[in-house]
C-alpha cells in the first residue's frame, strides 16, 4: 500500500476525532458564545483561538524537525495526547480544568497539523502533485467530520461524556495508520566552517538533485528516463527566461535547468505567498463576523445563519476539489494571485447591491479563496523550503496565519457599537483583496528580475521615516 494511503487514513480519523471533540464541547462554559454576547467576550474567544498557535509556533515547530524517529513519532504522539486528554475531559466536563485540557487538545491538534504538512512532500511523486495531494487531505477532513457528526450528535443526545469517550477511541485507532508512515529524515545538528565535522558543500555540475525526498520513500528510487517537461525547468515566478532586445527581437534566456530557484528567490518567494495568505486568512475571519453581526441587525431568520455557514463550506469544497485541475495549467503563485482577484471583483459586486443573495456568493468565493489559498501556499513551502526546516516553517507561518485571522475577526467586533456596515465592511474587503494581488504579483515580477518587491520597498521607507522623525523629536 503506498505511504500516502496511510497518510490519508491517519487525517480521516483525525479530523473525525476533531469533530467529535467540537460537538462535546459545544453545549459547555468553553465554546458556549452567543453571537450578540458583549465584545469583550466575543474578543477571549477570539484570543483563546489565537493561544494554541503562540505555543506550537516557537516550540513544536523546532520540535517537529528535530524529533528522534522523526515526523511521525510526533503524528502519533499528537494522537495518543489527544485520546488520553478527551478521557480526561470526562470526568471535567463540569469543571473548570476542562479549559486547560481542551487547551492541551487544541495544541495536540495543531502539532499533529504542523507535522502532516511536513510529511507531506516525501509521500508524492512529484512537486506538481502537491497540491493534488493537500486537496486530497482537505476533502477527507470534511468527510471525516460529516462522517462523525452523525454518531456524535446521537450520543450527545445521551451525554456529551460519551461523544468524549468515542473520540478517545478514534484518537487510539488513528495512531495504527501512523505507525506505517515512513521514517522521515530528522534536521541535522549545524557546523559551521572551522568546525569539526564540517564538510564543505561544492556543488556538482549537472542536473541539480531534489533536496525534499527522504530516503526511505519509495517514490525516490529511480524509475527510469523521463521525457523532460516544460513545467520541470525553473523559468522563474512568470514562467519567462529570456528578455527583449532593442527591435523587438527575442533575446536568447539562459539554458534552462531543472527547477530548483536560487534560495533567495525561493526564501522571497515563500514570504510573499506567505504575506498574501496572510491577508486571505484576515479576509475570512472579517467576514465571518461582519455577515454574522449583519444577520443578527437585521433580525435574520435562524436558518440563514446556517446559509451562510453552507455557503461557505461548498465553496471551500470547491476550491478542494478543483485545485489539482488548477494546478496542472497553471501556477501555484499564479493561482493565489487570481483567488484574490476574483475576491476583489466579487467584493466590488457586493457593493453596489449588498443583499443576502449576493453577501452568500461572497461567503462561498471567500471560501473558496480560503481553500485554494491555503492549498496553493502549502504547496509553495513544501516545495521551496529545506526538508529539515518544513516543520519550523509551518508552525510560523500558522502562528501568522491565525494571528492574521483575530485581527480580521476583531475589527467588527471592536467597531462603534459592535456593528460595522455591511457596505463599508465589503468595501474594505474589496480594497485589501486588490492591495494584496497588487503587491503581489508585483514581488512576483521583482524577484523575478532581482529587485527588491515593492511591500519591502514600502516597509522600508515607513521605517526610515518612523526613525527620522524620532531623531527631530
Not at 467529535?20 to 466575543?42: M, T, Y
Not at 485520546?83 to 473548570?96: F, N, P, Q
Not at 495568505?277 to 461582519?290: E, I, K, Q, S
Not at 492549498?375 to 526538508?387: G, H, K, N, S, Y
Request: aromatic share 8%.
Amino acid at each position: 500500500m503506498q505511504p500516502f494511503t496511510w497518510l490519508a487514513r491517519t487525517h480521516l480519523l483525525s479530523a473525525a476525532g476533531d469533530a467529535l471533540i467540537a460537538i462535546a464541547l459545544a453545549g459547555s462554559l468553553f465554546f458556549n458564545l452567543d453571537p450578540a454576547a458583549a465584545r469583550p467576550k466575543v474578543a477571549l474567544y477570539l484570543l483563546v483561538t489565537m493561544a494554541p498557535f503562540a505555543v506550537v509556533g516557537p516550540l513544536i515547530g523546532p520540535m517537529v524537525d528535530r524529533a528522534r524517529g522523526g515526523r511521525r513519532s510526533m503524528i502519533i504522539g499528537a494522537g495518543i495526547a489527544r485520546a488520553v486528554l478527551a478521557l480526561l475531559m470526562v470526568r471535567h466536563l463540569d469543571s473548570l480544568l476542562l479549559f486547560p485540557e481542551a487547551f492541551g487538545a487544541l495544541v495536540a491538534g495543531k502539532t499533529y497539523h504542523v507535522a502532516k504538512s511536513a510529511v507531506v512532500p516525501g509521500l508524492v511523486r512529484e512537486e506538481r502533485d502537491l497540491v493534488e495531494a493537500n486537496s486530497k487531505l482537505m476533502l477527507l477532513s470534511g468527510l471525516g467530520g460529516a462522517l462523525a457528526a452523525g454518531p456524535g450528535v446521537l450520543l450527545s443526545l445521551i451525554s456529551s461524556r460519551w461523544v468524549l469517550v468515542l473520540a478517545s477511541v478514534v484518537f487510539v485507532l488513528m495512531t495504527f495508520p501512523a505507525a506505517r508512515l515512513p521514517r522521515t529524515a530528522v534536521r541535522p545538528p549545524r557546523s559551521h566552517p572551522g568546525e569539526a565535522g564540517h564538510v564543505p558543500q561544492v556543488p556538482q555540475p549537472g542536473p541539480v538533485p531534489r533536496h525534499d525526498r527522504p530516503h526511505s520513500d519509495p517514490y525516490s528510487e529511480p524509475r527510469g528516463p523521463r521525457r523532460r517537461r516544460p513545467s520541470d525547468l525553473y523559468t522563474g515566478p512568470w514562467g519567462d527566461e529570456g528578455g527583449d532586445e532593442p527591435g523587438g527581437r527575442r533575446k536568447p534566456g539562459p539554458p534552462a535547468v531543472p527547477r530548483q530557484a536560487p534560495a533567495a528567490t525561493r526564501r522571497g518567494g515563500m514570504l510573499l505567498a506567505g504575506s498574501a495568505m496572510g491577508v486571505v486568512r484576515a479576509m475570512t475571519g472579517f467576514t465571518l463576523f461582519l455577515i454574522a453581526f449583519w444577520l443578527r441587525t437585521n433580525d435574520a431568520a435562524p436558518w440563514w445563519f446556517g446559509f451562510m455557514f453552507t455557503a461557505s463550506a461548498v465553496g471551500q469544497l470547491a476550491g478542494a476539489v478543483s485545485a489539482p485541475w488548477l494546478r496542472r495549467r497553471i501556477r501555484e503563485e499564479v493561482l493565489l494571485a487570481c483567488t484574490l482577484l476574483l475576491a476583489a471583483v466579487v467584493s466590488f459586486y457586493v457593493v453596489t447591491a449588498p443583499d443576502r443573495v449576493s453577501v452568500l456568493g461572497l461567503a462561498m468565493v471567500i471560501g473558496l479563496m480560503s481553500a485554494l489559498g491555503k492549498l496553493c501556499f502549502d504547496a509553495i513551502v513544501q516545495r521551496d523550503e529545506a526538508p529539515a526546516d518544513h516543520g519550523r516553517t509551518f508552525a510560523r507561518f500558522e502562528t501568522r496565519f491565525q494571528l492574521m485571522w483575530v485581527i480580521g475577526a476583531l475589527v467588527p467586533v471592536v467597531a462603534p457599537n459592535g456593528i460595522l456596515p455591511l457596505r463599508a465592511g465589503v468595501m474594505l474587503l474589496g480594497i485589501a483583496a486588490t492591495v494584496a494581488v497588487v503587491l503581489y504579483l508585483g514581488g512576483l515580477w521583482a524577484l523575478a528580475r532581482g529587485r527588491r518587491p515593492p511591500s519591502e520597498v514600502i516597509a522600508t521607507r515607513v521605517r526610515t521615516r518612523i526613525r527620522r522623525k524620532n531623531q527631530t523629536s
